[in-house]
């Protein structure tokens, strides 16, 4: 007959457990529920292997300050102390066989474990009807009933047939990626809106209005206190007219120097002032055609010395220079030309990752192919960053979060470790998310996740 191994469990003066345990595998007791004498909430260590089977031969073994008393020859008890000298040491204590004939007991903490070697007591018989209730149990149900339950055990017999008979549907299995992208597909990453975000933008938008109405009111109160220009006296018409040959002459000399010279040179040596110029452009009114010949060559510039010899160069050392020419030294900062200035490019905000806090506490997930996982929606924790960089646009800093991945592979417990942004909303925005992740990792257990997020403005 099988041997097992008679184990019971006394704590606070009462028998708590009893169990018959088959000669294999090893024995834990502790105060995690992971060991199969689990007692929680007592002071005994999280695990400890007491028992363990060599070819199906039971060993005890001792650890730490654990008593008690073993008789070997089931009759004879002896302390610990006495059996130690006929052990072996172990990497923790040391170890004793136990014999078919050996009993004890042993002391862990506030609890006390019995145990023999015995066989498996038969289990108790199961309790019967007598005979003369079997015997009359169908004769004593009615026809109508056992009509009844006749015609529904049909009727459910039919369905299942039915259903059988159909043909078969051939429907692939969704893969983990697709059920992944209809979790975040029904559970968007945009995060909630703070009310008293809301509440604070309306009030800022509040009072830029009334700002820039209290502005317009002083601009105008300053338009209506200045005073109009005055009108100046129009030009009379009562001065004499010009001499004709006096005017033909004049204009002709001025076709010829315009022609020789250039527009340009002509306007610089009259001067600077507004009255000469116009009086140049009065005095050029009835060029025609000509003024078009004098403008063919080309516009020369009115500036003498290194200047003039520098503008010469441009155009092939004939002193023209056409607008392609200005165009092209519009960089040098030379001839008086504006150089345009590119707009700047703003660069967007930017979010990296600082891989020494990057933290996994489970052998069964795969810090790599997590870490892929979490990068692939770095968008939507940049909204929860943006959000806030319109209203600070000098916010900037880490945040670490840490959660849990459960055996289902979602998201339980989750927490700030560290925020150096000095901004909560942020902080708070991301942690909503991460709760709606869900993960293609199953770990065995829980397992605790570290992951640091590092944030600036960008340019």
């Known amino acids: 007959m099988r041997n097992f191994l008679h184990i019971g469990v006394m704590r606070g003066g ?71 000298a006929k052990g072996r040491k172990a990497s923790a204590g040391w170890e004793l066989d136990l014999p078919d004939s050996a009993r004890g007991w042993v002391g862990i903490g506030d609890a006390a474990f019995f145990f023999n070697i015995a066989p498996k007591p038969p289990p108790p018989p199961k309790s019967s009807l007598p005979v003369q209730i079997k015997t009359s149990f169908l004769s004593g149900v009615e026809k109508t009933f056992t009509a009844a339950l006749v015609a529904i055990v049909l009727a459910e017999a039919g369905g299942v047939a039915f259903v059988h008979s159909q043909p078969e549907i051939d429907v692939d299995k969704p893969a983990e990626e697709d059920l992944d992208r209809f979790a975040e597909i029904i559970m968007p990453d945009k995060p909630k809106e703070d009310p008293e975000q809301k509440k604070r933008e309306e009030e800022e938008r509040k009072k830029a209005a009334e700002e820039a109405a209290k502005k317009a009111a002083e601009e105008a109160a300053k338009k209506k206190e200045e005073k109009p220009p005055e009108e100046k006296p129009a030009p009379k018409d009562d001065a004499p007219p010009p001499d004709a040959a006096a005017e033909a002459a004049r204009r002709e000399a001025l076709k010829r120097e315009v022609a020789k010279k250039g527009l340009l040179s002509v ?71 504006v150089a345009l200035k590119e707009k700047p490019k703003v660069a967007a905000p930017q979010i990296a990752f600082d891989d020494s806090e990057f933290e996994t506490e489970s052998s069964s997930v795969d810090k790599d192919s997590l870490g892929k996982y979490i990068k692939a929606r770095i968008k939507s924790v940049q909204g929860c960053y943006e959000k806030e960089l319109k209203l600070n646009p000098t916010l900037k800093g880490k945040i670490v979060v840490r959660f849990v991945i459960t055996t289902q592979g979602r998201v339980g417990e989750v927490s700030i470790d560290q925020n150096t942004m000095g901004n909560d909303n942020v902080a708070a925005c991301i942690q909503r998310l991460v709760k709606t992740w869900t993960f293609p990792i199953k770990p065995e257990e829980d397992s605790p996740v570290t992951f640091p997020f590092v944030f600036s403005p960008g340019g």
């Not at 090893?26 to 992971?34: P, Y």
């Not at 001067?271 to 140049?280: F, I, K, P, T, Y």
């Not at 000509?290 to 003498?304: N, Q």
């Open 267 to 337: 306007i610089g040596s009259v001067g600077g002032s507004g009255g000469a110029l116009a009086n140049v452009f009065a005095q050029s009114a009835g060029f025609g055609d000509d003024v078009e010949k004098a403008l063919s060559g080309g516009v020369k510039v009115a500036t003498g010395g290194e200047d003039a010899g520098a503008r010469k160069g441009i155009a092939g050392g004939t002193g023209v220079v056409g607008v392609g020419d200005l165009a092209a030294t519009a960089g040098g900062g030379g001839g008086g030309a």
């Open 14 to 84: 009462r028998l708590i457990d009893e169990r018959y345990v088959p000669e294999k595998g090893e024995i834990t007791v502790g105060s995690s529920a992971k060991n199969l004498f689990a007692i929680i909430g007592s002071s005994l260590p999280e695990k400890h292997t007491l028992f363990s089977f060599k070819a199906k031969h039971p060993i005890i073994h001792i650890a730490g300050e654990i008593r008690g008393e073993i008789a070997l020859d089931g009759k004879t008890p002896a302390s610990l102390a006495e059996l130690q």
